[in-house]
């Protein structure tokens, strides 16, 4: 059995790829803070501020019982509902 170490010759990016990130070096990472919320629906209830219309976050036409997106804004009617198919669980004890 050989116990010769053999190494293997290192496979580098392309050069323009290399040659970007050289170049953008040390600019850090540009991104708005939307781009980090994690989209929930919640219902809206007597005392949710997307019901009052003194409040940043009132969503015109909403109303008691209306479901919303925490990141869009959007709002589907309480009425009529929404389709929610679950495509991850995760189980912890």
Same mark, same amino acid.
């Given at each position: ?5 053999v190494k293997k010759e ?25 781009e980090l919320q994690i989209? &929930? ?13 003194s409040d940043p976050a ?9 479901? &919303? ?25």
């Amino acid at each position: 059995m050989s116990t010769n170490v053999v190494k293997k010759e290192e496979a580098g990016l392309p050069a323009e790829l290399m040659d970007d990130i050289v170049a953008t070096a040390g600019e850090g990472v540009d991104y708005d803070t939307s781009e980090l919320q994690i989209p &929930f629906i919640r219902v809206i209830q007597a005392l949710s501020p997307q019901i009052k219309k003194s409040d940043p976050a009132f969503i015109k036409d909403a109303g008691q019982g209306d479901a &919303f997106s925490t990141v869009t804004g959007q709002f589907w009617s309480g009425e009529d509902g929404i389709t929610v198919i679950p495509c991850f669980q995760e189980t912890k004890y």
